[in-house]
């Protein structure tokens, strides 16, 4: 008896037995692969975990697969394995999980086979004379064509402003045809530019990663315009020269057009970039050109460490402190984690880069687990910037901006250089008030005020993305005397702009780079290098280079030193030291201001006075203290439900069970059941339970009997609960 054990997408955690399709040739039956399946009243696609010849099922109740889909696996073996290793350590539903690590065309069903492109060329003594004078489109086409001996697809005609009706056409008077590009492997020069020279510290880091055979971490721990992106490009330079791949992952954020070009200058192999705007279609493409090996360098944001590579090289993950690597919604995993995992398959090196690492891997180079390689040096000898922070306890500030910063920006604009201000607040202002009876204006749906906007006039709760329109007078007292409170984005652009009538003022957050090449045209305008003001979000920090900015100027950050989540400290330092790391890059000396409540915070202090490792160290003790990660390990129970005080009860009754049934394994602890610290958000109410243990077994252990509990439990099918292993933030 063959039976087919799939695993399904569903939200439940079991898999699901099925007999073979009836004339099916058992040889083809590997696990791995997509079976199309009966599955309620629908066909769904599962893919096979294994092949057995039992059931806890009667036999003549299971039913018979209707097709298999694949004749090999789409995902390497030991990627399948990584992902269903994964689906258990993040405890969520393998069906899911495994539908995760395949793009979304192979979920529905499309073909797995690579396709070689299909390029267009002119035939050999085609001439655009031959063509009719007013046929313009088909002259201007076959030209291209000419240009181009090489062939380019029809993707890159369509760009260049050429049609299929003129292809056609041309294909007919047999001036051009169309070919499938070979499977190159010899590419020649792999380099398409010269390295640029390595400082000493450069070398000896760029060494110790060639050294070790095989798998090993490395933590590239360098300050910022310490030349870690060109420590990669010569890192990958090796790898493509043995003819292998490189997977290189960035924060969700940083994978800019900038980004890739830097790889397209240097190298001259074809580069896949799995980046948010492709199309489903562009997406498999990407993924079967890496599976296939005729993409060398792969770059993606958290999704891609599923790629599979035919002759992986080497992994790296850049920013890998960035918290984008962790899903936070659905298969809850960490990218940079499963990527360690994953080299470890591979026998391959991975590379975490970082300015600020986070403390958990900086704790495993501490202890060893992790090569530990430090670039303290700005390439190109350029000076750090010089910190100060600004007391503004006693001060009175105009639109949140103090007198001696307006003063700094003034001098800087002045010398010809161009200022960066970080406010991590979209819109106008945080909030509406009613100055006559304190009224505020906050989101029906959760426990947060409406953000003002001012362009266009609106308020907006950024947590549930509810919006509606701006009141007239105050909905309590009818008073008219409704006022912004605080300062975002909008209004320290129009405070600016007000204050320094001289100089552009160029606003970047998500509002104002959602339109496509925004961002880019900001670029150009920086780059021009005229003295300008960038006032702006986090997306300030991170990805982009802004060589001229000789002066930044914080204005918010503290708030996030007193968090009520654990890793807010880590968090804010982080973000604080990437957005001064904007500062005084090439040959511009630069400086950080700071404005603060907090200026005595010794945290604080720390930062400033002695960098990032040395706060890196305190807060490190602080967590062995605190009996926090990564000295335990953490998940969460989460639960929400419509109804207020319903999700903290059900995890009190749930871990009421739990202990009266003693499922605690040793070492493991409980810290509430607590409202979550947003305890209603997008209408629901929500409550958390953590879960740590000293040994990850032990945690592991609960983990599996606390979703047993959950699945047989009725009340919680009544809630909506997860479960979050080695959370990236406790919300
Ligand atoms: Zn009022
Ligand atoms: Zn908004
Ligand atoms: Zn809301």
Redesign the pocket.
């Known amino acids: 008896m063959t039976i087919l054990r799939l695993a399904i997408p569903s939200p439940l955690r079991r898999l699901f037995d099925y007999l073979p399709p009836s004339d099916v040739d058992n040889a083809l039956l590997e696990p791995g692969i997509r079976v199309l399946v009966p599955f309620g009243k629908r066909d769904v696609i599962g893919i096979l975990v294994e092949v057995t010849n039992t059931s806890d099922f009667s036999i003549n109740k299971l039913k018979h697969a209707k097709q298999l889909l694949d004749s090999e696996p789409p995902l390497p073996q030991h990627l399948f394995k990584l992902a269903r290793w994964a689906a258990s350590y993040y405890q969520h539903p393998e069906g899911d999980a495994l539908q995760h690590a395949i793009p979304v065309l192979l979920r529905k069903g499309q073909s797995c086979e690579y396709q070689h492109e299909t390029l267009w060329r002119a035939k050999e003594g085609a001439n655009t004379d031959t063509l009719k004078a007013n046929a313009l489109r088909q002259i201007e086409l076959l030209a291209l064509l000419i240009e181009h001996p090489q062939g380019i697809s029809e993707d890159a005609i369509r760009a260049e402003g050429g049609n299929t009706q003129s292809l056609k056409a041309l294909e007919k008077k047999e001036l051009i045809e169309s070919f499938h590009r070979e499977h190159k492997t010899d590419y020649g020069q792999v380099l398409r530019e010269a390295p640029l020279t390595l400082n000493n510290e450069q070398k000896s880091t760029l060494e110790q990663i060639n050294k070790p055979k095989g798998f090993a971490v490395s933590l590239i721990e360098g300050i910022t315009g310490s030349g870690k992106t060109e420590v990669y490009l010569q890192a990958i330079e090796k790898v493509l020269n043995e003819d292998k791949q490189a997977l290189v992952l960035v924060p969700e954020i940083g994978l800019t057009p900038q980004t890739v070009t830097r790889f397209q200058q240097r190298f001259n192999v074809p580069i896949a970039a799995l980046h948010s705007n492709l199309t489903d279609r562009q997406r498999l493409d990407a993924w079967l050109q890496a599976r296939e090996g005729v993409a060398r360098i792969i770059i993606g944001t958290r999704s891609a460490i599923f790629t599979p590579l035919s002759h992986p090289g080497i992994i790296i993950i850049d920013e890998e402190h960035d918290p984008s690597f962790k899903q936070q919604d659905g298969f809850r995993y960490s990218a940079r984690d499963i990527a360690v995992m994953r080299a470890r398959a591979e026998e391959t090196p991975i590379v975490l880069g970082s300015a600020t690492p986070s403390l958990e891997t900086l704790h495993n180079a501490i202890e060893g687990r992790y090569q530990w390689l430090k670039m303290t040096q700005r390439a190109g000898n350029s000076a750090p910037p010089a910190f100060k922070l600004l007391d503004i306890r006693q001060e009175k500030l105009s639109e949140g901006l103090s007198k001696q910063l307006i003063t700094a920006i003034g001098q800087h604009l002045n010398n010809g250089t161009q200022v960066l201000v970080f406010l991590n607040r979209r819109g106008f202002s945080p909030t509406l008030t009613c100055n006559d009876c304190g009224w505020i204006a906050d ?4 426990d ?1 005020h ?1 953000t003002l906007h001012r362009s266009p006039p609106h308020l907006h ?6 919006q509606q329109g701006i009141p007239q007078r105050c909905p309590e007292c009818n008073s008219d005397q409704l006022q912004p409170v605080g300062v975002g984005t909008e209004r320290s652009e129009q405070t600016l702009k007000h204050l320094f009538p001289d100089h552009p003022v160029i606003r970047v957050d998500r509002d104002s780079t959602q339109r496509k090449n925004a961002m880019h045209d900001i670029m150009d305008k920086v780059n021009t290098g005229d003295p300008c003001i960038l006032v702006g979000t986090q997306m300030l920090a991170k990805g982009h280079h802004f060589p001229k900015v000789t002066l930044v100027a914080i204005i918010n950050a503290d708030s996030g030193l007193f968090s009520a989540d654990f890793r807010g400290m880590e968090r804010t330092a982080q973000l604080i030291l990437q957005v001064a790391g904007r500062a005084g890059r090439a040959d511009h000396p630069g400086s950080v201001m700071m404005q603060t409540y907090h200026a005595e915070h010794p945290t604080l202090q720390t930062l400033v006075e002695h960098g990032y490792s040395a706060f890196a160290q305190e807060e490190l003790h602080n967590r062995r203290i605190a009996q926090l990660p990564p000295y335990t390990h953490y998940a969460l129970l989460r639960a929400e439900t419509t109804t207020k005080y319903r999700a903290e009860s059900f995890l009190s009754a749930l871990r009421q069970q739990l202990e009266d049934d003693m499922l605690l394994p040793h070492g493991v602890h409980w810290i509430g059941p607590f409202p979550s610290p947003m305890e209603k ?2 209408g629901m109410h929500r409550a958390q339970l953590m879960i740590y243990a000293e040994n990850r077994k032990n945690l592991h252990q609960l983990l599996a009997n606390l979703c047993w509990y959950l699945e047989q439990n009725k009340e919680a099918r009544k809630v909506r609960w997860s479960i979050d292993v080695d959370p990236a933030d406790t919300f």
Do not use: L, S
Not at 443 to 446: D, E, G, Y
């Open positions: 989101c029906t749906r959760c947060a409406m709760c950024h947590h549930c993305d509810k958000r997008a």
